[in-house]
């Protein structure tokens, strides 16, 4: 079972990085403009977190077998109507339905180790499903990367059907069915959030791109946050309401301080992982000219430890009690950010990043299994639905955040070093390119153009053999300063885990788990008491 669960939980996940790799093979086969483009991305995303609340209550409505079961149909029959697009919108269109079968599938695989491990054995479970949540991201420009080499950017997609279909199979053979808990949806909680979180979440990933301002003549950046923040504060009024009415989020739940607690520790952690991944990513192509493929290599490593280091994690987490050990992961993780901030150099090699990756990794491992053990530790199986839905959302929503707020502190701190290294520079270009020069930097610095010198100095019409004139030079600026304006920005990460391991103290000590499980909690649902203790 628990294979099964991570099988889809990895093929859910993995699509979230995956379409970066293939985005050059898309613009030219489709004709995709740049805003299509950024659709085609983040679709999915939108989707996928804007409705994670309401796949988590269906699995309590219709039985969590039943709705991970119908997410892999979906997701699955998705990727080949992503494959077989023949437009943009075609594209589009499948990304935002991938993303409705992953919000069916990935709030059930947290509930279902909830509900099926007895407690002294969870802790190893989320080990590995967290190895697992680890891994996939980093994954994506790999197997992106080798499928767009030796094939097309359809395989990216493809890939996905013989998956879904294997995990379609031992689904249906090997997950038990559970309770179902509470016959009935909330119709106003589903809209209220939904419309919220996709207001929210679509100014945070659209924000930079529209310099946080107006969109068009009637919406604006800061509209949409205000409008969808207070469409979600009418949500928890309207939670609060109907508490004792099957709400589609039990806020009890929050009632419990360590419950609290984790929520924002996850939201602090997948902020950080966000916000190294993009700069990294982009230092590692744009300054040290890695290809796609050579970055993910060099990703690589700190995954594959974490994926090792979490079951153990895990397991003496479920052994010795997890709240120091995520403290200590904690630490270890804001500690391989600032080694990775004092050895990035315009010239480092691939080995000298390599301390600072792998001490990262090793706190991941050490981080990841114990969240998610406390988070859900305490929690019945009545609230489990509930519960995986707020921790899969604060997963997705801490993402998206730290990818928005990195993506503009990034952008600040480059363009004031670019524009005073550019400066400085140009008495060292003839004359004759020197203001072409000068305006390909400012291109980069205000974002007009992408992170890439010579697409700066073609995209201004400079000709080509004046571009190989200064080519050089500006890919030296633009190297230095990269690397100068890394460790700032990587300051952000790191003091978000440090925060978040002074919060962890404040975990309860109730940390260690009995020899034998407990009985599980089965008041109040709509099959007998049994069910939940046949399928432990």
């Known amino acids: 079972m628990l294979v099964t669960l991570c099988l889809g939980f990895f093929m859910v996940l993995l699509d979230t990085t995956i379409v970066n790799i293939a985005i050059p093979s898309l613009t030219a086969d489709l004709g995709a403009s740049f805003d299509e483009i950024l659709w085609i991305v983040n679709a999915y995303t939108l989707v996928f977190a804007a409705l994670l609340l309401v796949g988590s209550r269906l699995g309590d409505v219709l039985g969590r077998r039943t709705v991970l079961i119908t997410g892999v149909l979906v997701f699955t029959a998705a990727s080949l109507l992503c494959g077989l697009a023949q437009t943009s919108a075609q594209l589009i269109g499948a990304r935002a339905l991938q993303g409705v079968g992953g919000m069916l599938l990935l709030p059930q695989t947290l509930a279902l180790i909830t509900m099926v491990f007895p407690r002294e054995k969870r802790g190893t479970a989320f080990g590995v499903w967290s190895g697992v949540a680890g891994l996939a991201p980093v994954a994506g420009p790999i197997v992106g990367g080798v499928l767009v080499d030796n094939g097309s950017w359809r395989w990216i997609f493809y890939v996905n059907v013989p998956i879904g279909l294997a995990v379609l199979a031992l689904a249906v053979l090997v997950i038990p069915a559970t309770p179902r808990i509470g016959r009935s949806m909330d119709p106003l909680g589903a809209l209220l959030s939904t419309v919220?979180?996709?207001?929210?979440?679509y100014a945070l990933i659209e924000g930079e791109r529209y310099d946080?301002?107006?969109i068009n003549a009637v919406f604006s950046i800061p509209l949409l946050l205000g409008a969808g923040l207070l469409l979600l504060a009418l949500f928890v009024a309207d939670q609060w309401r109907r508490r004792d009415r099957n709400p589609l989020l039990p806020l009890s739940l929050f009632a419990g301080r360590d419950f609290s607690v984790?929520?924002?520790?996850?939201?602090?952690?997948?902020?950080?992982?966000?916000?190294?991944?993009?700069?990294l990513t982009l230092y590692l192509q744009s300054v040290l000219g890695l290809s796609p493929l050579?970055?993910?290599?060099?990703?690589?490593?700190?995954?594959?430890?974490?994926?090792?280091?979490?079951?153990?994690?895990?397991?003496?987490a479920d052994r010795v009690g997890g709240k120091f050990i995520l403290f200590g992961g904690l630490v270890l993780f804001a500690a391989g950010f600032g080694i990775l901030a004092a050895t990035?150099?315009?010239?480092?090699?691939?080995?000298?990043?390599?301390?600072g990756l792998l001490v990262a990794g090793v706190g991941m491992g050490a981080v990841f299994a114990p969240m998610?053990?406390?988070?859900?530790?305490?929690?019945?199986?009545?609230?489990?639905?509930?519960?995986?839905?707020?921790?899969?959302l604060a997963r997705q929503f801490g993402a998206v955040l730290?990818?928005?707020?990195?993506?503009?502190?990034?952008?600040?701190?480059?363009?004031s070093r670019i524009v005073v290294a550019a400066s400085d520079r140009a008495g060292e270009v003839p004359p004759g390119v020197r203001d072409g020069f000068v305006a390909a930097m400012h291109s980069i610095a205000d974002g007009s153009s992408?992170?890439?010198?010579?697409?700066?100095?073609?995209?201004?019409?400079?000709?080509?053999?004046?571009?190989?004139?200064?080519?050089a030079l500006a890919s030296e600026v633009f190297g230095r300063s990269f690397a100068e304006a890394l460790p700032p920005t990587l300051l952000l990460p790191i003091a978000t885990l440090v925060v978040a391991a002074l919060l962890c103290l404040l975990l309860s000590n109730r940390d260690a788990v009995p020899a034998t499980p407990e009985r599980p909690e089965t008041e109040d649902v709509t099959e007998p008491a049994t069910a939940v203790q046949q399928v432990r």
């Open 344 to 355: 990035a150099e315009a010239d480092s090699s691939r080995l000298s990043l390599m301390p």
């Open 196 to 201: 919220g979180l996709t207001a929210v979440i």
């Open 212 to 214: 946080w301002g107006r």
């Open 294 to 316: 050579q970055a993910g290599l060099v990703l690589a490593p700190p995954s594959i430890v974490q994926l090792l280091i979490a079951p153990f994690a895990g397991k003496l």
């Open 402 to 415: 730290g990818g928005a707020a990195v993506g503009a502190l990034l952008q600040s701190q480059l363009s």
């Open 450 to 471: 992408s992170f890439s010198p010579l697409a700066a100095l073609a995209r201004l019409g400079i000709p080509e053999a004046q571009r190989a004139q200064v080519g």
């Open 262 to 279: 984790m929520a924002f520790v996850t939201t602090a952690v997948l902020f950080s992982v966000a916000a190294l991944l993009l700069p």
């Open 372 to 392: 998610n053990t406390l988070a859900m530790r305490g929690v019945t199986v009545q609230m489990a639905g509930a519960a995986s839905g707020v921790i899969s």
